[in-house]
């Protein structure tokens, strides 16, 4: 089974950085195409970073540039180096896949604020 868990959230300043990770115990990201979301307080989940089997990323306009998305040589863990962190960008995050989805986890939640 499946089991996908985000981790290094935290506080950060604007203009900051912040890594998070994402870990994978069933093998999900050696089949499938994957990403990250966020859900922002009073929107909507979003998908704001994808990777596919080949490698290709693909950012959404309000994170493009700024934040890269990235799995590791083993397959088990999933990237997202975020740099020149704005308010906005102040959500829980989570990662999943594309075309299928696993149960989600509990996100890892994400607040800049100076």
């Known amino acids: 089974q499946v089991q996908l868990v985000e981790s290094g959230g935290g506080l950060a300043q604007p203009g900051g950085s912040l890594r998070l990770s994402c870990a994978d115990s069933g093998g999900f990201f050696s089949t499938d195409a994957v990403a990250w979301y966020r859900e922002a307080p009073g929107k909507q989940r979003e998908r704001i970073a994808s990777?596919?089997?080949?490698?290709?990323?693909n950012y959404t306009d309000s994170v493009k540039g700024r934040f890269t998305i990235s799995i590791n040589d083993a397959k088990n863990t999933m990237y997202l180096q975020m740099n020149k962190l704005k308010p906005e960008d102040t959500a829980v995050y989570y990662c999943?896949?594309?075309?299928?989805?696993?149960?989600w986890g509990q996100g890892t939640q994400v607040t800049v604020s100076s």
């Open positions: 999943n896949g594309i075309l299928r989805w696993m149960s």
């Open positions: 990777i596919l089997l080949d490698g290709t990323t």
